[in-house]
């Protein structure tokens, strides 16, 4: 009966596990002249898709978050006046590797 039980939520956890959808690390800049509730709005679509913001710069109009593609492609599509522009987070160094 206990390994019945342990298989069941094992293959529960599994298909939660796949269910979830892959979320990319980026980062979402705005315009200079970008209202800040278009940024709220934009955060607002990461969180309700499962997404997270990792960091809120302050310098720019621009945050970093790890969020699904769909979320993504949603935020592209939020105002036409104030296009985001959408960047993959990663490490830039220097040096090419040589």
Request: with cysteine; net charge negative; proline share 4%.
């Amino acid at each position: 009966m206990k390994l019945f039980l342990g298989l069941i939520s094992l293959a529960c956890w599994a298909a939660f596990v796949i269910a979830t959808a892959p979320q990319k690390a980026v980062i979402v800049s705005f315009p200079n002249d970008t209202p800040s509730s278009v940024l709220d709005q934009a955060k607002d679509v990461i969180r309700t898709a499962g997404g997270i913001i990792t960091h809120e710069y302050k310098l720019i109009k621009a945050f970093a978050a790890k969020a699904p593609a769909d979320a993504l492609d949603t935020i592209q599509t939020l105002d036409t006046k104030y296009d985001a522009v959408i960047e993959e987070d990663r490490i830039v160094g220097i040096n090419s590797g040589a």
